[in-house]
């Protein structure tokens, strides 16, 4: 079933995207190094800016989260050193709008924290995964994430607050998040990343498959049970394993991804016209 | 929860559950007699290991052990599984040589010396919902019921700690100028701190840690040095336990720095910590409430059998307080009566400063919990930090939040830390230079102040933990 989705939805590519390769430089005179952070045990994994700009997250392969301040001399504290995962933290990624933080890791779960008080905790544990989860993505309106794992499925996770209308229980002041929606038979070998596209809502991952593959929500949208569907299907991306995709922030559509091969490239990708 | 152990030792690796045999890199010892060179290996139902020769005959094969010196002296991945680590720790050994008492021939037969921290009692308090004073003599009565013949309160010994921190603190402030290492001065009581900074900070950081010993380990020179020479007895014919808030107590009793090698014995050689009380109170079926109270031994405290005493300046043991207090009359001939913390970043990290006329003349901090030790290194690194002596504590809240205290289902840790706390602050406060027996311990046992006598037993060193790589920190 798997490689009959993969053939079928071949055909959309060529009408849908168009490679450009990059093999970038960083010119080394425009960087200084202005300060460098210690604290992790080995490996740091991602790094991520707040929406405030004053906040960063860190995470390694030490199992632990690490929140940063910057204050007014670009001086950085620590606030917070979160040990909520038993395993290596894969990936940070922040809320687009709030200070609430969303890690991936080798524990086969999302966590998400904020601030309570004077420190962080973890405020919400994502359980379903079975094994790795190598990324986490959240919609533009911060309302749903999306999940990516070594076990070839995307999920996607919804919050309900407190006495939302759904029903769905909560404990305390904490939302629940629930997952709404997965998506499995469509990748063949572990997923690296997820980008959820704030602009139009279209969902790239990235595979070790070598291929990169959009997915978008069926209209009407069905808020408790979203589907997506396979949209474009780009099965020799790349030479090697596809890393990372990531969507312009301005720009509808074009979508950079990076590989294993040692490649940058870059992809317009046009929604079809009846999905 | 998956470990025990402070946050900061968590991070250190320490913390590992990777199984030795897979990663460990200290080279385990294991007596094996010489044999053929190939032999089959036949596992047990019961998991023993069992070497069946050529001959058909078959062997029990020993499992190799890694002790927490071990781990100590490694910087390796380790693991902390407690069954492989915690085997000389734990009331399960208590238990033991309680049991070995019982049927053991007079001579060979152990002294045993239980110490606990107050820490431990409030904690115990707050469970029992009983003051302090009735738990103290409760527990003894329940210790010496299962066979323990003395029970002591390292708030005693912790007078000698204060003592020996305050006066350090004000060689080191003397000497600032020629030794640009000695200040800050960094708490050493801290077990958890003091394992991070040797693994991770090693050489650059050990020579600001005050060589005073905690009040654990001061008791443990006072159990098996002074009280041993008073019993007549030899240092390991006395089993020294000690209660304690904190598992990480349990590494710093088996430091290599406090083992007696002529009489091979630990000077505490036991560490229980407070929720393993509570375990051992289950196990006899036994309430603390329901105990009849008996006088607590007074051999080692500050006043009667009917009166406890503590320290002010914090369920951490006071130490900033202490130091400040005396630093000022004794550096400036200014007297502090209150002290004003300035909460900074957050709760666990506050500021004290001593000005006069607009210049500030000491500065000192509490940096509690793992974020605030992280910053305060980095400060320190970039020679950023503008501290005089920095009260040093791995855990959030400090000890009376240890990670070997009693934690209650159902009922928010706020709350009932707020409880431990006004348990600990129930009692009236001593100052260690006015406590009579501690004076006279400094003059008869120690031969004063600054004898070689008093150095050994109350100071101790620091060694730098070297990395090695381990199976898992190999770079591609």
């Known amino acids: 079933a798997q490689t009959a989705t993969a053939s079928d939805t071949a055909g959309v590519k060529s009408e849908h995207h168009e490679r450009l390769v990059a093999h970038v430089l960083l010119p080394c005179s425009s960087f200084s190094c202005v300060t460098t952070l210690e604290g992790h045990e080995n490996e740091v994994k991602s790094v991520a800016w707040a929406p405030s700009g004053n906040l960063l997250a860190t995470c390694s392969r030490d199992k632990s989260v690490w929140v940063w301040e910057v204050d007014e001399e670009e001086e950085y504290e620590c606030v917070s050193v979160l040990n909520s995962h038993t395993q290596d933290v894969k990936h940070v990624v922040w809320h687009p709008n709030q200070e609430l933080l969303a890690s991936a890791s080798y524990d086969d779960t999302v966590k998400l924290y904020h601030e309570e008080e004077d420190d962080w905790v973890c405020c919400a544990t994502l359980e379903g995964h079975e094994s790795t989860v190598w990324s986490v993505a959240f919609d533009r309106s911060g309302k749903r994430l999306a999940s990516c794992s070594d076990d070839k499925t995307v999920r996607i996770w919804r919050q309900y607050k407190p006495g939302n209308e759904e029903g769905v229980a909560c404990s305390g002041t904490d939302p629940t998040w629930k997952c709404v929606c997965n998506l499995s038979g469509f990748h063949t070998r572990t997923i690296y990343d997820v980008a959820w596209c704030h602009l139009t809502g279209a969902l790239a991952t990235a595979c070790g498959d070598d291929a990169i593959r959009v997915f978008e929500e069926s209209s009407p949208a069905a808020p408790q049970q979203p589907t997506f569907s396979l949209a474009a299907h780009v099965a020799r991306a790349h030479s090697q394993d596809v890393n990372c995709v990531a969507w312009n922030p301005k720009e509808p559509g074009l979508l950079a991804s990076c590989s294993d091969d040692g490649e940058i490239a870059f992809w317009k990708y046009q929604r079809p016209e009846v999905c | 929860m998956a470990s025990p152990f402070s946050g900061v030792l968590q991070l250190t690796d320490l913390d590992d559950f990777i199984g030795p045999s897979q990663e460990c890199i200290k080279p385990v010892k294991v007596e094996k007699n010489p044999g053929k060179a190939a032999a089959k290996i036949r596992i047990e139902a019961d998991g023993s290991y069992f070497q069946i020769n050529q001959d058909g005959g078959a062997q029990k094969l020993e499992k190799a052990k890694i002790t927490l010196n071990d781990c100590l002296a490694c910087s390796g991945c380790i693991t902390s599984a407690e069954s492989v680590l915690i085997t000389q720790q734990s009331h399960e050994e208590l238990y033991k040589v309680l049991?070995?008492?019982?049927?053991?021939?007079?001579?060979?037969?152990?002294?045993?010396?239980?110490?606990?921290?107050?820490?431990?009692?409030?904690?115990?308090?707050?469970?029992?919902?009983?003051?302090?004073?009735?738990?103290?003599?409760?527990?003894?009565?329940?210790?010496?019921?299962?066979?323990?013949?003395?029970?002591?309160?390292?708030?005693?010994s912790r007078?000698?700690?204060?003592?020996?921190?305050?006066?350090?603190?004000?060689?080191?402030?003397?000497?600032?100028?020629?030794?640009?290492?000695?200040?800050?001065?960094?708490?050493?009581?801290?077990?958890?701190?003091?394992?991070?900074?040797?693994?991770?900070?090693?050489?650059?950081?050990?020579?600001?840690?005050?060589?005073?010993?905690?009040?654990?380990?001061?008791?443990?020179?006072?159990?098996?040095?002074?009280?041993?020479?008073?019993?007549?007895?030899?240092?390991?014919?006395?089993?020294?336990?000690?209660?304690?808030?904190?598992?990480?107590?349990?590494?710093?009793?088996?430091?290599?720095?406090?083992?007696?090698?002529?009489?091979?014995?630990?000077?505490?050689?036991?560490?229980?910590?407070?929720?393993?009380?509570?375990?051992?109170?289950?196990?006899?079926?036994?309430?603390?409430?329901?105990?009849?109270?008996?006088?607590?031994?007074?051999?080692?405290?500050?006043?009667?059998?009917?009166?406890?005493?503590?320290?002010?300046?914090?369920?951490?043991?006071?130490?900033?307080?202490?130091?400040?207090?005396?630093?000022?009359?004794?550096?400036?001939?200014?007297?502090?009566?209150?002290?004003?913390?300035?909460?900074?970043?957050?709760?666990?990290?506050?500021?004290?400063?001593?000005?006069?006329?607009?210049?500030?003349?000491?500065?000192?901090?509490?940096?509690?919990?793992?974020?605030?030790?992280?910053?305060?290194?980095?400060?320190?690194?970039?020679?950023?930090?503008?501290?005089?002596?920095?009260?040093?504590?791995?855990?959030?809240?400090?000890?009376?939040?240890?990670?070997?205290?009693?934690?209650?289902?159902?009922?928010?840790?706020?709350?009932?830390?707020?409880?431990?706390?006004?348990?600990?602050?129930?009692?009236?406060?001593?100052?260690?230079?006015?406590?009579?027996?501690?004076?006279?311990l400094y003059e008869h046992w120690l031969g004063g102040m600054d004898s070689e006598k008093a150095a050994k037993a109350l100071h101790t060193e620091y060694h730098a933990v070297e990395k090695t790589g381990t199976g898992f920190n190999i770079k591609w």
């Open chain 2, 159 to 440: 007078n000698f700690s204060l003592l020996e921190s305050q006066r350090e603190f004000v060689k080191r402030f003397r000497k600032q100028s020629e030794d640009k290492k000695a200040l800050p001065m960094l708490a050493s009581a801290c077990p958890g701190w003091i394992c991070y900074a040797e693994k991770t900070h090693g050489s650059f950081i050990i020579p600001y840690i005050s060589t005073a010993k905690s009040p654990q380990q001061v008791m443990g020179s006072l159990v098996k040095g002074h009280f041993a020479e008073q019993q007549h007895l030899r240092p390991d014919q006395i089993y020294h336990v000690t209660v304690m808030p904190c598992y990480d107590k349990k590494l710093e009793a088996s430091r290599p720095d406090f083992f007696n090698q002529e009489y091979q014995t630990r000077d505490v050689d036991c560490v229980i910590t407070t929720g393993e009380v509570l375990r051992l109170l289950e196990q006899e079926g036994i309430s603390l409430s329901d105990v009849d109270p008996v006088p607590l031994d007074t051999m080692f405290s500050s006043v009667t059998e009917e009166e406890l005493t503590s320290h002010s300046g914090g369920g951490s043991g006071g130490y900033l307080e202490h130091i400040y207090k005396y630093a000022a009359k004794e550096l400036f001939g200014i007297q502090v009566d209150t002290i004003q913390y300035k909460p900074l970043k957050n709760k666990d990290f506050q500021e004290v400063t001593l000005e006069k006329d607009g210049v500030v003349l000491l500065q000192f901090a509490l940096a509690y919990g793992f974020r605030n030790i992280q910053n305060l290194v980095q400060k320190l690194k970039r020679g950023k930090s503008p501290y005089h002596y920095v009260e040093v504590m791995a855990c959030p809240s400090g000890c009376l939040n240890g990670g070997g205290q009693i934690k209650i289902e159902g009922e928010s840790s706020k709350d009932w830390l707020q409880q431990v706390e006004k348990l600990y602050e129930s009692l009236k406060t001593e100052i260690p230079e006015k406590n009579q027996t501690v004076n006279e």
């Open chain 2, 99 to 156: 049991t070995f008492n019982k049927t053991a021939a007079p001579s060979e037969q152990k002294l045993v010396v239980v110490s606990v921290s107050p820490q431990s009692r409030a904690s115990l308090a707050a469970r029992c919902k009983m003051n302090v004073l009735e738990t103290a003599k409760k527990l003894t009565t329940f210790l010496k019921s299962l066979g323990v013949h003395y029970v002591f309160d390292t708030t005693f």
